[in-house]
């Protein structure tokens, strides 16, 4: 490696984000994002927004998009940050609220950037494996040295954690900051963010990349007690005066006004969910009980590798993670009705001529 390089870069070991296959006729379902577009009045205030102001700069904090998070979420705007899509605000929280020196914990199962950040950061951290059935030991992660970090639901399990169980690890932790990764919240159960006003080291992070049809345009955002808020801007301010600029602001704001769109495309997706879950295991996989808006399953004969290849070669696009403990699970996004058809015909293709 390079003697130019500095320490961090030194250390750093980047995420492997899924690969972006654009060809035509790809049935994609491997980096969790919604088949369905965004509301069309994106579209319509990016249009408006185009014709306006781009020689401007954006409010820095993105003043506008805060309220209107503020408002969808019951709160107030010193208590929601946003940053340039959810890997962002993570990257800001681990800096703002976590210490080399202090170990912080996560699952031995879990979002793969977090040891990317800790690692990078220099922060040292502590997995905890899962139980049998993947779900989160809750216990586990009472007294932390430095803090706590998971995702609910987990990514890749899909497996949602009660909110009485959240409230008590942000209780066992009092001192340190638990972040709770919502990626996927709007596809689960309840939402932990009625907990910030109770917990006062609880930080919960959100994006609008799934359930709001967004990931291209990169929005991300974080709500928490007022002080935390204040040092995620601390940290930002520090690296970029700007959030977002003005095409994402505004249509941000058009996709949470949104609100019967947005609740039909996550309810079609739920549906889908729960019949693509039956058919996998008609098809002899064992899944695990996902409440996001992708599944893991694991079959009982093929390797999980062989699928994924051979899938892959017929152009449909699922993730498979080269790592001991979850090599034998494909993880399956959650596409459109009529491409999870195709998916299920590929599939049954692909098993005949194997078993
Ligand atoms: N957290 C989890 C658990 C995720 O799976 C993802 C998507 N890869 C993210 C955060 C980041 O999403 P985004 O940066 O698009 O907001």
Redesign the pocket.
Known sequence: MSKLWSKMALRADPYIPGEQIDGKGIIKLNT?ENPYPPSPHVAEAITQELDRKLNLYPSPTADSLRETIAVHHQLRPENVFIGN???EV?AFAFMAFFDPGKAIRFPAIT?SFYPVYARLFDIPYETVPLARDFSITTCSFFQSDGGVIF?NPN?PTGIYLELEHIADIAKNNAGTVVII?E?YIDFAGESAVSLINTYDNLLIVQ?M?KSRSL?GL?I?YALGNAKLIEALTRIKNSFNSYTLDRLAIVGAEAAIRDQQYFAQQVERIVQTREWVTKRLKQNGFTVLPSQANFIFANHYKLSAKLLYEKLKRNGVLVRYFDKPEIDNYLRITIGTDTAMTVFFEKLGAVIAELV
């Open positions: 969790n899509g959810s890997d993570l979002y995702p990514a990764d990626a994006t990349s990931a990169r991300g």
